[in-house]
Each structure stands twice: as structure tokens, then as C-alpha cells.
């Protein structure tokens, strides 16, 4: 559950939430600035990715956050003989 309260951590502005996390009650910070799979525990279904966890027995907490920039495809420059395909067509010719 929001707290409505938030921290800036690492850089990044993070929402405080509350929930039971192995059993115990723990108080936890998001940052929807950072993608979900970002988390020191695993995935946890949040709607950004997981900076710190903290409950009376366990503390978890990321230390540094490295962002690559995705390079655009208008950006990059193939071979002339490269054939674009999409995602579907190449499971199906991988399979082959």
C-alpha cells in the first residue's frame, strides 16, 4: 500500500509502500523512473523498479544503478544486405 511519501534515492525520486514480505511487516521504496525488473529481491509486481526493502529482520537495498541508453534504429548503421524481420518471423526461422 502507498504511503504518499517519497524519498529520492540514488538519484531517482522513489514512492514508499508498505507490505508483508516474508512474513513480516516491511516498508519499501519505487522509483517509476526505472524499469520493473530493477529490484535486489526479484520481481514484486510494482509499477517501477525496487530501490530498497526494509523490515525489522531484513534490509535490502540496490547500490548502483546503471542505465544504458537504447540506441535508435534510425541510429544504427547495417550492412546494406541486412533483411529486417520481426520478432515472430524469427522464432519461426530460428526453430527451422
Given at each position: ?12 525520486t ?17 522509483s ?65
Amino acid at each position: 500500500m502507498k504511503t504518499g511519501k517519497t524519498q529520492t534515492i540514488l538519484g531517482y525520486t522513489c514512492i514508499e509502500f508498505t507490505c508483508i514480505f516474508l512474513g513480516e511487516e516491511a516498508t519499501g521504496w519505487y522509483s517509476t523512473g526505472l524499469p520493473s525488473v530493477i529490484s535486489p529481491v526479484g520481481p514484486l509486481g510494482l509499477p517501477g523498479g525496487l530501490i530498497r526493502l526494509e523490515s525489522k529482520k531484513h534490509k535490502y537495498s540496490a547500490i548502483d544503478i546503471k542505465m544504458r541508453v537504447a540506441i535508435k534504429e534510425s541510429e544504427l548503421q547495417l550492412p546494406k544486405d541486412v533483411i529486417k524481420t520481426t520478432q515472430e518471423e524469427f522464432n519461426r526461422i530460428r526453430i527451422q
